[in-house]
């Protein structure tokens, strides 16, 4: 039997590293935010998958990307719907290296952070 973490546990563990960084900022150039984005980015996309479950949709071989075009239809608050494109599109780019950019800071991580825990709990009550 193999365990899933809920969506709020994966936000949980993110906090953590990010809480971690602080204690060994050596280490927090580029493993643990690069971390917390991909745990942030999972919550976010069990939390669409939890969503489609609820409505009896089956959007399992959509993209993220196709997901979030149709959560207009799905959620009735246009600002959580933006947040939550913003935030899938901007843990997506954190979470791949790229040679000459700089790894996002444990300021935007935690921000992208709070956008997915507002999806995360909007969607857990509809």
């Given at each position: ?5 809920s ?5 949980a563990?993110a ?6 960084s ?11 935010p690069?971390?917390a984005?991909?745990?942030a ?5 069990l939390?669409?998958?939890?969503l489609?479950a ?5 959007m399992a ?9 149709c959560?207009?239809e799905?959620l009735?608050d246009?600002?959580?719907?933006a947040?939550a494109?913003f935030?899938w599109?901007?843990l997506?780019r ?23 825990e507002?999806?995360v709990s909007?969607?857990?009550?509809s």
């Amino acid at each position: 039997m193999t365990a899933t973490a809920s969506p709020p546990d994966l936000v949980a563990v993110a906090r953590l590293l990010l809480a971690r960084s602080d204690r060994a900022p050596d280490l927090a150039a580029g493993v643990w935010p690069r971390a917390a984005a991909v745990l942030a980015r999972q919550a976010l996309e069990l939390s669409l998958a939890a969503l489609w479950a609820q409505r009896g949709l089956d959007m399992a071989g959509a993209s993220a990307r196709a997901q979030l075009l149709c959560l207009d239809e799905y959620l009735s608050d246009p600002h959580v719907v933006a947040d939550a494109r913003f935030a899938w599109w901007a843990l997506s780019r954190a979470c791949h290296h790229h040679p000459y950019e700089l790894a996002p800071t444990v300021a935007e991580i935690e921000g992208w952070l709070s956008s997915v825990e507002k999806v995360v709990s909007v969607i857990e009550r509809s």
